[in-house]
T-cell receptor, first 114, second 114 residues
Framework: AQTVTQSQPEMSVQEAETVTLSCTYD???????LFWYKQPPSRQMILVIR??????QNATENRFSVNFQKAAKSFSLKISDSQLGDAAMYFC???????????FGQGTELSVKP | DTEVTQTPKHLVMGMTNKKSLKCEQH?????MYWYKQKAKKPPELMFV???????INESVPSRFSPECPNSSLLNLHLHALQPEDSALYLC?????????????FGDGTRLSIL
């Protein structure tokens, strides 16, 4: 079965600093996508960044970037210049074998200290 | 602004009530999803509709009944729910199912069963 693992239940970062959230996954697919979603308290799930597995270049969206290590099946999220609004649950996700099913990790709760 | 609209935002119902959750998107997406989410946990997939046909049912109890009247609208009919069904119910949509396209989530309906 496909699995997505986030080993850090909670993380904390000082405002303006950089933090990296870890994610590992398991798949036998050769072509797949990986996603990071952000869910602030009591608010909607928002797509932060997407990585296509066949692309060697790491995806970047403003202050958010990924470190994609395909051989190691690792997909970490780096947040630079952390802001108070970055405080949220972050979920790593990968599509499952069944069309449409998204496999989520257990989440990492990020707090940002002023 | 959220592009997936869910109503109501909050719902309190007794175990004998019948109610419905509604989800609407106007992005032309052909795949729509229902998820159940408990606090600080990842969303759990319930149903997937692809081109208005039910394609995945994750062994959800029959007290939850999905309906997709057209490509923009998704309903979840609730009847005789149990206290453990109290949760945040998220609707999502994507261009097509299959995992290559990211899912866009609504704000959710927070459901409480008395």
């Amino acid at each position: 079965a496909q699995t997505v693992t986030q080993s850090q239940p909670e993380m904390s970062v000082q405002e303006a600093e950089t933090v990296t959230l870890s994610c590992t996954y398991d798949t036998s697919e050769s072509d797949y996508y990986l996603f990071w979603y952000k869910q602030p308290p009591s608010r909607q799930m928002i797509l932060v960044i997407r990585q296509e597995a066949y692309k060697q270049q790491n995806a970047t969206e403003n202050r958010f970037s990924v470190n994609f290590q395909k051989a190691a099946k690792s997909f970490s999220l780096k947040i630079s210049d952390s802001q108070l609004g970055d405080a949220a649950m972050y979920f790593c996700a990968s599509p499952g074998y069944q069309g449409g099913k998204l496999i989520f990790g257990q989440g990492t709760e990020l707090s940002v200290k002023p | 602004d959220t592009e997936v609209t869910q109503t109501p935002k909050h719902l309190v119902m007794g175990m004998t009530n019948k109610k419905s959750l509604k989800c609407e998107q106007h992005m032309g997406h052909r795949a729509m999803y229902w998820y159940k989410q408990k606090a600080k946990k990842p969303p759990e997939l319930m149903f997937v509709y692809s081109y208005e046909k039910l394609s995945i049912n994750e062994s959800v109890p029959s007290r939850f009944s999905p309906e997709c009247p057209n490509s923009s609208l998704l309903n979840l009919h609730l009847h005789a729910l149990q206290p453990e069904d109290s949760a945040l119910y998220l609707c999502a949509s994507s261009q097509v199912s299959g995992g290559r396209k990211p899912q866009h989530f609504g704000d959710g309906t927070r459901l409480s069963i008395l």
